[in-house]
């Protein structure tokens, strides 16, 4: 099959405007850019790679984590840098505007019933639901996988595509005009009502629409609660833009009436595991590229594959990303348009339940029962909804000069053909450069500021200190380019408050202080009063984590200047190397560069004068005391909590365990200290960074991970472990690079 020949771009017919006003904003960092992979000029779209450096091994060993990153030879990942000096100086994004401000002037019902006629991809007429379904069961690949079943298990292929076709009934989607009329009225209804504003950057939607028009597209959205796949769909509902299919999990399928109405607005549903059946990856792989080569609708999943219950970003899953690239690596399309799109909460409405499961309290299933008794929530404030839309990515932008798709010519497109090392690497590189534009364009509210201060002065901070300390961070989160919505006309006194009242559950003002709201902590067992505190401090690190995706690099700095008590610019890289590995669980990092990612923690703490650096050491100011001392108390959390839970695995455990096993062992371990008054880092509690914690250990080659019938076990190396503790306490050096190039 011939690929589709390139038509000339169209303008966009212009979109609806929000309010009467005119559009805002200018291009800057949006406007097209002539980057490409390999320095060569793009043969199309508008946004060139941002990431290069040397492959030294996705995940490696301590030994050698940093030599990898700072030695010659190795795999060159091609691609202009994944940033630039100049962007983190400069940056300009688009302003928002606030699509519920209409809504609240004029009818629900009238805009739910309005005329939809949304521009899609090459003029072409959707595709009924059944044809889809059709097409995939007679496509040659599913065929194929089925004559192969009927012959391996001796059975008739009519029994296999009967299975086949129940696997397409169950995840497929069913969109009917009249479900998304009814969620259009419904969610204006609770939207209005749960929200001050929901505020979107409407050059954004002008580039998504553009195109839709051109090309099959992705759309790639954070995710942070279950309100995102829904908010998006009412995002480009109110535009006239072709509605989304949604990968969802199974799960939702048990709420009665509500899974069946998902499905009717677009949802497909996909099994949390495959567990090894062919018949069903065939299927279910076959079903989103069906889609996705008609390109009537955008294809839409979560790159985090879940929630992320911390608020910062999950490391990506790569299976579904594979499956929508193959039709552009197979030449099945000319290209295919990546949307990051980032979607900011001044206040989570699943904050408590994610505080609750972080814990050890089990997550409540998903069902309609459950839905109706959460209406209580429609009393409750959740102030502001910033949604982001980035610009689109080519994928043949990607590809140009680093893939060669010549192979794929050379084998049957029908035949289950296992991607190359180059591809698996490309996919992976793709998927963390779509994560770091989701980050990029997160917006940061003062109560993100607030929270951050607050937490390195617990118990209690006097109000005029908070004030003064939240401008102060403020300034430096500026500095850093971090994308902070400050409210319009209001001094800082204001926003601190107005952020205390939005978040009461958290933390309340009392006598000139503020305090975690943490009621009843005085009275009760000692447990009781653990849990409590550690339930406020959790709640609070949800929206501290939010300002460490743009603190990241200049503060794993500043915790390795601390840590080697050296002036030397090659011990210093040396620990960052370290703990960035570590950490590589925790926050994202592109793969690869952590040279890149040590300059540019360097040039941020200098752009602040918090240092000095020459060819050979790095000196900190006498003004930047208190920045390097507020950044490295800001991951005092991270670097206690996988202390706590290190000294746990080199002491607690002989045997073969599983994390099932894990958690809760590491929870009374630090439940234990904290009752006793031994350690103040609740964080270590939480569930996510022990996981995170184990998954670093098996990365560096300290726990040995084996895969079993029934899941997986560890088994420690306690040399190993403690060597890496003791690299924690700064009690022997980190092991130097061979040869850092600094």
Not at 179 to 205: D, H, P, W, Y
Not at 210 to 222: F, G, K, T
Not at 324 to 350: A, G, H, Q, W
Not at 645 to 662: D, H, M, P, W
Request: aromatic letters at 10%; proline letters at 5%; one cysteine or more.
């Amino acid at each position: 099959m011939a690929p589709p020949i390139a038509r000339s771009p169209r303008p966009p017919p212009r979109l609806p405007q929000r309010s009467g006003r005119p559009n805002r904003g200018g291009g800057g960092l949006w406007a097209p850019r002539e980057a490409a992979a390999g320095g060569r000029t793009p043969r199309r779209g508008r946004a060139g790679e941002r990431g290069a450096g040397r492959r030294g091994g996705a995940r490696r060993t301590m030994a050698a984590a940093a030599a990898a990153a700072a030695a010659a030879p190795g795999r060159a990942r091609r691609g202009a840098p994944m940033y630039s000096q100049k962007e983190l100086t400069s940056k300009k994004r688009d302003e928002f505007e606030d699509i519920l401000e209409e809504r609240r002037l004029s009818s629900d019902l009238r805009y739910a019933m309005k005329c939809y006629t949304p521009v899609i991809y090459k003029g072409l007429s959707p595709c009924k639901p059944n044809a889809i379904k059709s097409a995939v069961l007679q496509s040659e690949q599913v065929q194929y996988v089925i004559k192969q079943l009927a012959k391996e298990m001796g059975e008739s292929p009519d029994i296999i595509q009967e299975e086949a076709m129940e696997i397409l009934d169950e995840m497929g989607h069913s969109m009917q005009l009249g479900a998304v009329r009814f969620f259009a009225f419904t969610l204006s209804k609770i939207f209005k009502q749960l929200f001050q504003r929901v505020c979107v950057n409407e050059e954004g939607m002008q580039r998504l629409q553009h195109a839709i028009q051109e090309h099959p597209v992705v759309l790639l959205p954070s995710h942070r609660s279950y309100v995102d796949f829904l908010m998006l769909s009412y995002l480009l509902y109110t535009y006239d833009l072709a509605l989304p299919v949604i990968a969802a999990g199974i799960d939702f399928l048990g709420m009665k009436i509500v899974g069946e109405l998902l499905r009717r607005a677009g949802a497909f549903f996909m099994r949390r595991s495959f567990g090894g059946n062919r018949l069903y990856w065939a299927v279910f792989a076959e079903y989103v590229k069906t889609m996705l080569r008609s390109g009537y609708a955008p294809i839409e999943f979560f790159l985090e594959g879940t929630r992320s219950r911390t608020a910062k970003t999950l490391t990506p899953k790569f299976g579904l990303l594979s499956i929508v690239m193959e039709p552009f690596l197979k030449r099945e399309v000319f290209d295919t348009y990546l949307v990051p799109i980032s979607i900011s909460y001044e206040r989570i409405l699943e904050e408590s339940l994610y505080a609750y499961e972080l814990l050890g309290v089990p997550k409540p299933k998903e069902s309609t029962s459950g839905l109706l008794k959460a209406r209580r929530i429609l009393s409750d404030n959740f102030g502001t909804i910033h949604i982001y839309v980035g610009q689109p990515v080519s994928l043949r932008t990607l590809a140009s000069g680093r893939i060669n798709r010549c192979p794929y010519n050379l084998v049957p497109r029908h035949l289950p053909q296992k991607p190359s090392e180059d591809i698996q690497e490309f996919v992976s590189d793709v998927a963390y450069k779509m994560e770091l534009l989701q980050i990029e364009n997160m917006v940061l509210s003062p109560w993100v500021l607030v929270a951050a201060v607050l937490l390195q002065n617990l118990p209690a901070m006097d109000f005029e200190l908070l004030i003064e300390k939240t401008l102060w961070l403020k300034g430096l989160t500026q500095t850093f380019g971090g994308f902070i919505e400050w409210p319009d006309n209001l001094c800082a006194r204001k926003a601190v408050l107005s952020g205390l009242t939005l978040h009461a559950n958290i933390a309340r003002l009392v006598d000139g202080h503020v305090v975690l709201n943490d009621k009843g902590v005085e009275d009760g067992a000692v447990g009781e009063i653990v849990f409590k505190r550690a339930l406020a401090i959790l709640m609070c690190a949800t929206y501290r984590n939010q300002l460490l995706n743009v603190f990241v690099r200049p503060s794993l700095v500043a915790v390795a200047l601390q840590m080697t008590r050296s002036f030397r610019k090659e011990e210093v890289y040396s620990c960052f190397s370290f703990l960035r590995d570590v950490f590589s669980d925790e926050f994202i990092f592109f793969p690869g560069i952590s040279l890149k990612d040590f300059e540019e923690g360097c040039f941020l703490l200098t752009k602040c004068d918090a240092i000095q650096t020459s060819q050979q050491e790095i000196y900190p100011t006498d003004k930047g005391s208190i920045i390097v001392s507020f950044l490295s108390a800001m991951f005092r959390p991270f670097v206690e909590g996988y202390q706590l839970i290190f000294r746990y695995l080199s002491k607690e455990t002989k045997e073969a365990f599983t994390e099932k096993q894990l958690i809760p062992g590491v929870r009374n371990f630090v439940f234990q200290l904290l009752e006793k008054g031994n350690t103040q880092c609740y964080e270590a509690l939480s569930s996510d960074m022990q996981k995170n914690a184990l998954a670093a250990l098996v990365q560096l080659g300290a726990v040995k991970k084996k895969k079993m019938s029934n899941g997986f076990t560890y088994n420690v190396n306690q040399e190993a472990v403690n060597k890496i503790l003791d690299m924690f306490d700064a009690r022997i050096p980190v092991q130097k690079p061979v040869a850092a190039r600094l």
